[in-house]
């Protein structure tokens, strides 16, 4: 399913997409998924892609992360590129933390071993810290010794925030984190994770189809559609 989306945006740029073309070849031709998109992203932004499955947006989050090369166009994070159609950085050096859809958290792992998972290079003491700080921002103090799966759904999804939170990225990727939960959690959710990257001046972009969800934690909605523009609207 094609999507033809440009995109306006403000001029402070933190993050741009600038012509990036996305698919994969087929014995058919080529499926293009992704066309001509070019947004800019401020510093501190929180901004949702809302749209139906298969318009693409899930495809610019994951050529964002770095797992999806680039047909056209290019991306840059604070002045740095990281992918062109010729060139690429490898997802674990773009400095972006993303967190899914299912959590992905590892079963045989505590929750404070999750979330200094991805803390290398630093002392023991160091890595406690500051899955202590974690811990203590997104509302789990005394979860650490606990399992994932003596957890409710909301709190294992917080802790894959504060994983994804950990290693301090540039940017963070939310791919549809909430639509497991039901509709009262998910805006609930929302809302706490928007106050906390606030409280961070954390940029962020979220893919959603839920309109309360993006409400409640965008400060900026673009409504994707295929064969259609972008369109942007202020929710700060």
Known sequence: MNTHSRIASPPASFLSLEGVCLGYDTPAGLNEIVRDCSVTLARGEIACLLGPSGCGKSTILRAIAGFEPLRAGAIRLNGKTLATPRTALAPERRNVGMVFQ???????????????????????????????????????????????????????????????????????????????????????????????????????????????????????????????????????
């Open 102 to 236: 299912d959590y992905a958290l590892f079963p045989h792992l505590t929750v404070a071993q999750n979330i200094a998972f991805g803390l290398r290079g630093q002392s023991r003491r160091e890595r406690d810290k500051c899955v202590a700080r974690m811990l203590e921002l997104v509302g789990l103090p005394l979860a650490g010794a606990a399992w994932p799966h003596e957890l409710s759904g909301g709190q294992q999804q917080r802790v894959a925030l504060a994983r994804a939170l950990a290693p301090a990225p540039q940017l963070l990727l939310l791919d549809e984190p909430f639509s497991s939960l039901d509709s009262d959690l998910r805006e609930r959710l929302a809302t706490e994770v928007r106050d906390i990257l606030r409280a961070l001046n954390h940029t962020a972009i979220l893919v959603t189809h839920n309109m309360a969800e993006a409400q409640a934690m965008a400060t900026r909605i673009g409504t994707m559609a295929p064969g259609r523009p972008v369109q942007w609207v202020s929710c700060a």
